[in-house]
């Protein structure tokens, strides 16, 4: 099979001493002694071959005041807005030393940008996964990295879970298939190839290396998004605030991208119209770049108080909604994909107070507070309409629950201690409603946070609690705790 390399990026960290693995370099006999010293020529004869095209000795011998070493240490200290001496002070070496990525900076930088896929709609998935964090986290990380250029562009971002994915995400060490090895802890930590077939836009994480959540370690997050920028086709930025910096760093502003990258962003793919200022620079906090605060969203499923805002069916699959995040768990399956909605549904950057799933027309109904969006297979469906298309009164601006019964072809729509029937068949609320709660549902005393139903019941989620409900007899049969459905 023909592999195109035509663009990849390589997080790296350049270090001397005993651990740099770089060729012996004899140096030349007529050159006068150079000031600086031998392991920093060497760090930095290595560094501009591979960042900016020094071409190597035949013999591994360095000219170190040959005019093309000095004006390749020239170009690389203007991409780094340093002053353009052409001698390796202590502050181009101290960015020579810096964790970055392996693109070269100067001939392949441009503004205008490289390739692109050929569509807005980007498959991703994950293959290998870390020994350092849970699957869930990485799930969570990665997609989150994924959002971060959903939000500022027209791309949406859909899992997969099969090999024919656009970008393959991995966590390999050593060598791994694809000419680009990696180098064990303290060197390497990442690569990412350009849009295209075979290898193109996948993204290689090093194993080796300590991938944390936090601002410890290596930041998954943060390494990932930058590395997607790539994967999408984005070239690197000499701009410190921009994401494509070359250099990697663990602090950032909780918004990761600059307006440069948003313009570049949207310079391969078409923009959005009446884009947001969040997706700019803000000052919200980011869950994931807080420390502490990024385990709880993880941790909290199984928590003993766990409460859900909204419960689904979408097709194979259930849907557990609390403020903007959300779980997915498929029904064959033990798995459990996890993260922001908007990680999922871009178009929806708000909590889901109730949602209902109407099988015969393949369609969900996801409503936040008196408006809903329509979801047909994975998509959602034009702009959210307003609550009082299914009847309501004008009084009535948000539910607690919703539940669609097959066998009824009624959808139920629970707010306080009342509810209402509406006809999916003729698109009408029922004569006679709302009622009241108690009334319908003898046992349910309490406001109902969500519902769902499935195999004959409607299983009421109350608080922490699932009252399982036997529609037909009109009593609570069961009940458990509301996270169980996820495993806890």
Same mark, same amino acid.
């Given at each position: 099979m023909h592999v195109m390399l035509l663009s990849y990026s390589v997080l790296v960290l350049l270090m001397p001493g005993p651990c740099f693995t770089a060729p012996t370099f004899i140096p030349e006999e007529e050159c006068t002694p150079s000031p600086e010293p031998q392991v920093d020529l060497k760090l930095a004869t290595d560094y501009l071959h591979q960042y900016y095209n020094l071409q190597k000795d035949p013999f591994g011998r360095?000219?170190?005041?040959?005019?093309?070493?000095?004006?390749?240490?020239?170009d690389m200290q203007i991409f780094f807005g340093l002053n353009a001496t052409g001698v390796l002070d202590s502050g181009t070496?101290?960015?020579?030393?810096?964790?970055?990525?392996?693109?070269?900076?100067?001939?392949e930088y441009s503004h205008i940008q490289g390739t692109r896929w050929n569509k807005n709609v980007i498959t991703y998935s994950i293959g290998r996964y870390t020994r350092d964090l849970p699957r869930n986290t990485v799930d969570f990380l990665?997609?989150? +990295?994924?959002?971060? *250029?959903?939000?500022?562009?027209?791309?949406?971002?859909?899992?997969?879970?099969?090999?024919?994915? !656009?970008?393959?995400?991995?966590?390999?060490?050593?060598?791994?298939?694809?000419?680009?090895?990696? !180098?064990?802890?303290?060197?390497?930590? +990442?690569?990412?190839?350009?849009?295209?077939?075979?290898?193109?836009?996948?993204?290689?994480? !090093? !194993?080796?290396?300590?991938?944390?959540?936090?601002?410890?370690?290596?930041?998954?997050?943060?390494?990932?998004?930058?590395?997607?920028?790539?994967?999408?086709? $984005?070239?690197?930025?000499? /701009?410190?605030?921009?994401?494509?910096?070359?250099?990697?760093r663990a602090s950032h502003p909780a918004n990761l991208l600059s307006r440069e990258d948003v313009a570049n962003i949207n310079a391969l &793919?078409?923009?959005?119209?009446? $884009?947001?200022?969040?997706? $700019?620079?803000?000052?919200?906090?980011?869950? *994931?770049?807080?420390?502490?605060?990024?385990?709880r969203l993880m941790e909290d499923k199984c928590a003993p108080d766990m409460t859900f805002d909204a419960v689904s069916t979408l097709g194979d699959a259930t849907f557990f909604f609390r403020e903007r995040y959300l779980w997915i768990k498929h029904n064959e399956l033990d798995d459990i994909k996890e993260g922001p909605i908007t990680n999922f549904m871009p178009k929806i950057e708000t909590s889901i107070d109730a949602a209902f799933w109407v099988p015969r027309r393949s369609t969900a109904y996801l409503i936040h507070e008196s408006m809903f969006w329509t979801v047909k297979g994975s998509?959602?469906?034009?702009?959210?309409?307003?609550?009082?298309?299914?009847?309501?009164?004008a009084w009535i601006q948000d539910v607690d629950a919703a539940v669609h019964i097959v066998k009824t072809g009624r959808t139920l729509f629970?707010?306080?201690?009342? &509810? *209402?029937?509406?006809?999916?068949?003729?698109?009408?609320?029922?004569?006679? &409603?709302?009622? &009241?709660?108690?009334?319908?549902?003898?046992?349910? /005393? +309490?406001?109902?946070?969500?519902?769902v139903h499935k195999e004959g019941f409607i299983y009421f989620f109350v608080g922490p609690q699932v009252y399982k409900y036997d529609f037909t007899q009109k009593h609570v049969v069961g009940v458990e705790k509301a996270n169980s459905w996820l495993g806890c």
């Amino acid at each position: 099979m023909h592999v195109m390399l035509l663009s990849y990026s390589v997080l790296v960290l350049l270090m001397p001493g005993p651990c740099f693995t770089a060729p012996t370099f004899i140096p030349e006999e007529e050159c006068t002694p150079s000031p600086e010293p031998q392991v920093d020529l060497k760090l930095a004869t290595d560094y501009l071959h591979q960042y900016y095209n020094l071409q190597k000795d035949p013999f591994g011998r360095i000219k170190r005041s040959g005019p093309s070493f000095t004006s390749k240490v020239k170009d690389m200290q203007i991409f780094f807005g340093l002053n353009a001496t052409g001698v390796l002070d202590s502050g181009t070496l101290e960015v020579m030393r810096s964790p970055r990525c392996g693109v070269p900076d100067v001939e392949e930088y441009s503004h205008i940008q490289g390739t692109r896929w050929n569509k807005n709609v980007i498959t991703y998935s994950i293959g290998r996964y870390t020994r350092d964090l849970p699957r869930n986290t990485v799930d969570f990380l990665i997609g989150s +990295a994924f959002s971060v *250029w959903a939000r500022a562009s027209s791309l949406t971002f859909v899992r997969s879970h099969t090999r024919n994915a !656009d970008i393959m995400v991995e966590f390999v060490t050593n060598a791994h298939g694809d000419l680009f090895p990696f !180098d064990g802890p303290g060197g390497t930590l +990442a690569h990412a190839f350009g849009p295209g077939s075979g290898v193109g836009g996948d993204t290689h994480f !090093d !194993d080796d290396e300590r991938w944390t959540a936090g601002g410890t370690g290596f930041n998954l997050f943060v390494v990932a998004a930058h590395e997607f920028g790539h994967a999408l086709g $984005l070239k690197h930025s000499g /701009n410190p605030e921009s994401l494509m910096y070359p250099t990697y760093r663990a602090s950032h502003p909780a918004n990761l991208l600059s307006r440069e990258d948003v313009a570049n962003i949207n310079a391969l &793919y078409s923009p959005v119209r009446g $884009l947001p200022n969040f997706v $700019l620079r803000n000052t919200q906090q980011n869950p *994931w770049l807080s420390g502490s605060q990024f385990p709880r969203l993880m941790e909290d499923k199984c928590a003993p108080d766990m409460t859900f805002d909204a419960v689904s069916t979408l097709g194979d699959a259930t849907f557990f909604f609390r403020e903007r995040y959300l779980w997915i768990k498929h029904n064959e399956l033990d798995d459990i994909k996890e993260g922001p909605i908007t990680n999922f549904m871009p178009k929806i950057e708000t909590s889901i107070d109730a949602a209902f799933w109407v099988p015969r027309r393949s369609t969900a109904y996801l409503i936040h507070e008196s408006m809903f969006w329509t979801v047909k297979g994975s998509l959602v469906k034009g702009k959210p309409r307003a609550l009082s298309h299914f009847g309501f009164p004008a009084w009535i601006q948000d539910v607690d629950a919703a539940v669609h019964i097959v066998k009824t072809g009624r959808t139920l729509f629970f707010m306080h201690d009342i &509810y *209402w029937s509406y006809n999916e068949n003729r698109r009408v609320m029922d004569f006679g &409603y709302p009622k &009241y709660i108690t009334e319908g549902f003898p046992g349910v /005393n +309490a406001t109902i946070n969500a519902a769902v139903h499935k195999e004959g019941f409607i299983y009421f989620f109350v608080g922490p609690q699932v009252y399982k409900y036997d529609f037909t007899q009109k009593h609570v049969v069961g009940v458990e705790k509301a996270n169980s459905w996820l495993g806890c």
